[in-house]
């Protein structure tokens, strides 16, 4: 039996097949001279915080990984994050740990900035929400089902940013390095084919103390997983500080209630860490400590 690099008439029809994807430098031309013109940190959706907007992008054909400890809100930040995308964007939220009525409440709260909306004001949110999806999902859900998903709502539903929350809930076993690394490599492979941005939530490992603040080496699974993605985005709640509140401590103001430490960013040139601050009515993040809470 021939080896696959010795069987001729195999490698010709791969390269029939393969053709398709070869171009020359000049296709890619405008592209190329509006990213010479804008840079490449002026392409993407931003953050809801002003003061990211030139350093922190999400950009189409990309994928993020929101980590952090369990308990420390990576999914209320990533909601906050979507919501407050422009409204043309669509966006599909696969809440595989949350009851959709849950995930919507949660919506509802943040986008009205108050702690028990009237009904009115419920009403008229899921009316104006005609951009977001939700996929009725409670559940492990095997990967080629995502995978699926994702290719029907990007072609049919024209879905711009997915929320796939999170990757313990897409059936495979947490010492299954092999197939988390095939599964992440396969939603990269879909954000570029489909030109939609990915966001992936993770946990990440507890540290010796829950204040403890990680890092992308304590993420938990394959390696490969932060290497295959684009972004990583860590969020850390700062828990010393609530326990030095609950204990009648006096703390500094601008100390932050939360942190976004930026990980990774493949095509952008800044990493670092974003402070926030909690408020508790709209279970939003802020970017000071004397904001308030953003209106929808």
């Known amino acids: 039996m021939k080896a696959i690099s010795d069987d001729i008439d195999f490698l010709k029809f791969a390269g029939v097949q ?12 405008d592209e190329v001279k509006a990213r010479f013109e804008h840079g490449v940190k002026a392409f993407g959706e931003c953050l809801p915080w002003e003061k990211t907007h030139d350093f922190v992008r999400l950009r189409l054909g990309e994928v ?14 990533l909601g906050q994050v979507l919501l407050w995308l422009p409204h043309e964007t669509k966006v599909l939220v696969a809440s595989l740990e949350m009851k959709p009525a849950a995930t919507i409440e949660r919506m509802v709260r943040q986008a009205s900035g108050l702690p028990n909306p009237r009904p009115e004001v419920i009403d008229d949110i899921c ?5 977001i999806f ?3 999902q409670v559940d492990t859900v095997q990967p080629n089902r995502i995978l699926g ?5 990007a072609q049919e539903l024209g879905i711009n940013h997915f929320m796939i929350d999170s990757l313990v809930k897409c059936g495979i076993a947490p010492d299954d390095y092999s197939r988390q690394k095939e599964f992440v490599d396969r939603l990269c492979w879909a954000a570029k084919t489909e030109n939609i941005h990915i966001h992936l939530v993770h946990h990440m490992r507890k540290g010796n103390k829950e204040g403890d603040r990680p890092d992308k080496f304590d993420i938990k ?3 490969e997983i932060t290497d295959l993605v684009d972004n990583v ?3 850390h709640r700062n828990k010393n500080k609530e326990r030095a509140i609950e204990s009648g401590k006096e703390v500094e103001k601008l100390e932050p209630d939360g942190t976004i430490t930026v990980a990774k960013q493949r095509h952008g040139e800044w990493e670092g860490k974003i402070n926030l601050y909690f408020h508790k009515g709209s279970t939003q993040y802020l970017s000071g400590p004397d904001g308030f809470a953003m209106r929808w």
């Open 134 to 136: 939700i996929y009725d």
């Open 221 to 223: 699974g394959a390696g």
């Open 64 to 77: 993020s990984l929101w980590a952090g400890v369990n308990g420390h809100g990576k999914s209320l930040v």
């Open 127 to 131: 009316a104006r929400a005609d951009n």
């Open 149 to 153: 998903m994702i290719h029907y709502a």
């Open 233 to 235: 985005f860590i969020v």
């Open 18 to 29: 393969e053709s398709q994807y070869i171009e020359p430098v000049s296709t890619f031309l």
